[in-house]
């Protein structure tokens, strides 16, 4: 199939494009890297009057460290943050998580904000974003707001964000100290979207006891969701003591929107979702202890 008629624009600021979005009302609709967005017009899953391209707005790209916080431009390619070195640094988890995203020649044209704005619950750096805890940056002809990764995603392929608003930039915490991070994610096959995967993030105190832990989780809700159960019950504890396939098992509490589709049933989602964070918390607590 071919998509319906649209108007291209291309601005050349974020000014521009947010007047652009302003003008145009509920009719337009923001183009990144267009990996998701281009193949829902093709099917007509998704109809639109106007494309803004923000592609070549020079603003949006880059990573820049700005203290305790890494902050990632939203048309910052995928390709690009995999090989940063301040997101290597900085932010070993969103570096981690990127070789899941597709394929290559996705990740050279899929950018970061793409991803967060498009809000698929099976996707990698919206998870990661709400384990980390992440603010956004939103621009509007009415200035610019930030608002938490937890009050960002509202539903499948939904998000707070107004209909005049613009995703500029991500900034997430940057972890110091006794720390280590892990991805796991199952899928059919290498490149197709996740049944369920697990990012998580832990840091240690010197008594080898947990401080803080994040535990993300994709392919389990209509937005991705927190293993928040598990993370509580791990703070104050000793990494060692923690049964990984316990904790796996915790996180999948209180999850009420696991779906069922051909790809596979909740209960099977579930088993997987365990697994994979039992998985990805055994390499983050090697990695914060050192083992």
Sequence with gaps: MKPSAFAYHRPGSVDEAIGLLHDLGDGAKVLAGGQSLIPMLALRLAVF?????????P???GVQRRGDLLRVGATTTEAAVETDPDVLACCPLLARCTPYVGHF???????????IAHADPAAEYPAVAL???????????????????????DGLWSTTMAADEMLVATSFPIWSGRCGFGFEEFARRHGDFAIAGAAVAVELDDDDRVRRAAIGLIGLGSTPERGTAAEAEAVGTRGGEIDAKALGALAMGGLSAVPTDLHGSAEFRLR????????????????????
Excluded at 49 to 57: F, K, N, P, R, V
């Design 105 to 115: 020649q996705i990740r050279n044209r899929g950018t970061v904000g793409g991803s």
């Design 59 to 61: 603003e949006l790209s």
């Design 49 to 57: 009057d106007d494309l803004i391209d923000i592609g070549g707005i």
């Design 272 to 291: 997987i979702g365990a697994t994979m964070v039992a998985r990805a918390w055994t390499t983050a607590i090697s990695e914060a202890t050192g083992d």
């Design 131 to 153: 384990a980390l805890d992440a603010t956004l940056e939103l621009a509007s002809p009415s200035g610019t707001r930030t608002v938490g990764a937890r009050d960002f995603f």
